[in-house]
């Protein structure tokens, strides 16, 4: 599992783009391009589907820790993230961590951001219980 590690309210969650989340963010929003489109303007319902979107990124980071054997985390709620967690400043940082998610999502190797840490414990567990 690749996954993207952000603060978030003070507390740690793995945004992680999966075939569930592929499935998932397409039947709500058609493309990940779309979803970009849709959270760019700074409106009410461009916040609500952001939220929602890193809620579905986030809950499979989860899940995929939950699988490989972490102890249970906090699942991460839309409304929780839209009524209590955000501050302006975190709003920018999420955007951009959705194509950097969905980008190593996709792919085997990626640089991340320098804000953006990779947890490399958990792929390294993943390939080890491959071999």
């Known amino acids: 599992m690749k996954a993207i590690i952000k603060k978030i309210g003070g507390k740690t969650y793995y945004l992680t ?5 592929l499935f998932t963010i397409t039947e709500k929003y058609e493309t990940i391009e779309k979803v970009m489109e849709l959270v760019t303007p700074e409106t009410r319902e461009a916040f609500k589907i952001l939220c929602d979107v890193i809620s579905i990124l986030a809950t499979q980071g989860e899940l995929a820790r939950r699988y490989y ?3 249970p985390g906090e699942i991460l709620e839309a409304e ?4 209590t967690m955000l501050q302006p400043y975190d709003i920018f940082d999420l955007k ?3 194509p950097r998610t969905v980008t190593l999502g996709y792919t085997t190797e ?3 951001d320098a804000d953006d840490e990779i947890d490399l414990s958990l792929i390294e567990l993943n390939q080890k219980k491959t071999v």
């Open 17 to 21: 783009y999966t075939g569930e989340a």
């Open 69 to 71: 054997g972490y102890d």
């Open 80 to 83: 929780t993230l839209e009524k």
């Open 96 to 98: 951009g961590a959705i």
């Open 110 to 112: 990626i640089e991340p």
